[in-house]
């Protein structure tokens, strides 16, 4: 479970599209005409900073976690993996110049934008289950360009054209997965998480019955019906392949390991890459959080996430390598050891839970030194094993900048100018003085304390179930919002203060105010970035507007205070109680949900305040046409680096789109 990133560096889209709002079916993202490219420079200050040991684990790590990179685009689409490799040659070294030449400069500065994105998000899919698609190179140029590619003469022409179409055509496969719980138009999609052709329906018909999907499946025809295929090491081409390296380089990190847990970590997730036995995926997580804190060097790899299956059982790949800073982590412990204190005052009737005396989640404030995922976080909470969360426990993760990035002159405007957009004129000087504490409030509380909390009724859920997976697409979308509204509700609680989260009651009492103000910008803001409402935070976040709206507790208004228009209508709060309130209601009626196992509420309850289709409406689309001239909506890629085996970090290229793409094939 994780948080994704509220009013920070947002990565998707910002440009015109005359394909938008005609109509019901899903459109394509129009790509940004320029993507910033952020500077690695202060990761360097991170790694300068490791003891020589350390070094070598995150080295080791960091390999594993390169050669498991090709697993994410495994997952996201069938044809990922050639594009991935279509597009690294074609902005090669040696073939830049020619794909150039060959497309001309303008397709050829959209096409580069589309491959940054593509190599960032790990396949064609954005984390709002949209595809980006090209409109300035035509079909027939990217088809001359993928044919002509090493990568791809040995696909069929059939799958030649599908992999052009995908790029350029609006209406093929623009979804990764399919948005309704019952799989319709699955076959229309294009994950791989299900062999091409499956469809809904078919699934449906046979799931927990002869159909078993776990985090390392993937559905496949048999002759016997649909089945699951396992990944292993033991998986013909590129799985098989890529765990062997994967395995080879967490064999050669242990040795470096630091403490008999992280050593026990590594042995864990060898045997079960090798195997793909579940079980010891679980025992690796056991020993994960059993380590807590101890290790600096931190790390997570695996299929985990379920995003991209609309069943949520299969998980898509991801790996983070990450540096604790003991200093900061020191905040979230104290946080952590008030868990049972929050508990109680939680509006959960009898499923609260029970903490042991000496309760201490750990809780570790760390720099993402190597992130591989389709999804940028701003903090995760694991395992997502639910069993193991109630009988071990459960570690937190919260992102930190990394060092001088907040202080960034270029990232501060662009953070002004989406406030500017989305707020109340007179909110956007305190919400950007304060919104980096009041941010990293919300995010220890959402981690920490709210995916930490409640119980729920064992005898209706089998023994090693999660109830959020249980519950579906639907089910991650409540838990999401179930982890914000503890933030919410508990924003000026006392025990910040005596912690040190903010000065005193009366600071609490001003980020309670900011922190309302700045959800809502931020609603606003996801909504013109993503457009749509379906990605599952999102949805929660649409669900407690529109309860908010409801109460009154907010309202719209013109941003500076005139006659309200669509092209000025923003978010505000009306009564800042009121909003606590709501936000204490709501959360209590998402945990019932979850620990009765109450489907049939679920489904009525975004049946009535969250419905995908109000991105039709006037005022959404508004927002997603005031959204266009964003400089943080187009998103950024990280500068190319890289660490030696003799200690060394390196960065490559510059801070262009053109100087770093050739850096991009491995
Ligand atoms: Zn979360």
């Known amino acids: 479970m994780r948080i994704s990133m509220p009013l920070a560096l947002s990565f998707l889209l910002g440009c015109v599209s005359n394909v938008l709002g005609q109509g019901g079916d899903v459109k394509p993202l129009p790509l940004p005409k320029t993507i910033r490219v952020q500077s690695a420079a202060p990761r360097g200050e991170v790694w300068a900073k490791l003891s020589p040991r350390e070094k070598m684990l995150a080295y080791h790590l960091i390999q594993a976690a390169n050669a498991g990179r090709e697993l994410l685009f495994q997952r996201t689409h069938r044809h990922s993996l050639t594009i991935k490799n279509v597009l690294e040659e074609a902005l090669s070294q040696g073939q830049i110049q020619k794909t150039k030449d060959q497309l001309g400069e303008k397709a050829f500065q959209e096409f580069a934008v589309y491959s940054a994105k593509f190599l960032d998000q790990g396949g064609p899919y954005t984390a709002s289950n949209r595809k980006y698609v090209l409109e300035q190179a035509t079909q027939s140029q990217i088809q001359a360009l993928v044919d002509g590619s090493k990568s791809a003469f040995q696909l069929s022409r059939q799958d030649r054209t599908g992999i052009a179409r995908l790029l350029c055509d609006t209406h093929y496969e623009v979804q990764q997965a399919p948005e309704s719980p019952d799989g319709k138009g699955l076959e229309k999609t294009g994950s791989n998480f299900y062999e091409q052709g499956i469809t809904g329906p078919e699934v449906m018909a046979v799931l927990d019955k002869t159909l078993k999907p776990n985090i390392n499946s993937r559905v496949i025809r048999s002759d016997k019906g649909l089945a699951c295929e396992t990944l292993t090491m033991q998986s013909p081409k590129v799985v098989g392949a890529a765990l062997q390296k994967v395995v080879g ?221 249980i519950l579906g697409g639907l089910g991650s979308a409540l838990e999401e919002q179930r982890a914000d509204l503890t933030a919410l509700v508990f924003v000026d609680d006392p025990k910040l203060v005596e912690i040190g989260a903010c000065k005193d009651a009366i600071e609490a009492r001003l980020f309670r105010q900011l922190t309302y103000d700045m959800y809502l910008g931020d609603f606003l803001l996801r909504l013109s970035r993503d457009r749509t409402l379906a990605e599952m935070h999102q949805r929660g976040h649409w669900l407690f507007i529109n309860k908010l709206l409801k109460a009154g507790a907010i309202r719209w208004m013109a941003r500076d205070g005139g006659a309200l228009t669509l092209e000025n209508q923003v978010l505000a709060v009306v009564d800042y109680d009121q909003f606590q309130t709501v936000a204490r209601a709501v959360l209590g009626e998402l945990q019932a949900i979850k620990a009765n196992r109450d489907e049939n509420q679920l489904k009525a309850m975004f049946n009535e305040y969250a419905l995908l289709s109000a991105i039709e409406q006037p005022w959404a689309q508004a927002v997603i046409h005031r959204g266009q001239h964003l400089a943080i909506n187009a998103g950024y890629v990280e500068q190319p680096w890289r660490v030696t085996a003799d200690g060394k970090y390196e960065m490559l290229g510059g801070n262009t789109l053109e100087s770093i793409a050739p850096f991009w094939k491995p």
């Open 249 to 469: 380089h967490l064999q050669a990190a242990r040795p470096f390991a630091l403490t008999a847990h992280q050593n026990e970590q590594i042995e864990a997730m060898i045997t079960y890459f090798q195997g793909g036995d579940v079980e010891d995926f679980r025992q690796a997580n056991i020993s994960w959080v059993r380590d807590r804190a101890d290790s600096r060097v931190d790390f997570m790899i695996g299929w985990v996430e379920f995003e991209g299956d609309f069943l949520s059982r299969m998980a898509a790949w991801e790996s983070y390598v990450q540096i604790v800073d003991p200093e900061i982590s020191r905040l979230a412990q104290s946080l952590a050891r008030r868990a049972q204190d929050f508990e109680n005052a939680m509006p959960y009737g009898p499923f609260k839970k029970k903490f042991p005396a000496d309760y201490s989640p750990p809780a570790l404030m760390v720099y993402y030194f190597q992130v591989i995922s389709g999804f940028r976080t701003a903090g995760y909470n694991l395992p997502n094993f639910d069993d193991i969360r109630r009988d071990v426990g459960a570690k937190n993760i919260i992102r930190l900048p990394m060092p001088g990035e907040e202080a960034d002159p270029t990232l501060k405007a662009l953070r002004r100018e989406a406030l500017q957009e989305f707020l109340p004129a007179s909110k956007v000087d305190p919400v950007m003085a304060n919104r980096e504490t009041c941010y990293r409030n919300l995010v220890l509380m959402h981690e920490i304390i709210g995916h930490g909390s409640g119980t729920y009724d064992t005898s209706k859920y089998g023994k090693t179930d999660d109830p959020v997976s």
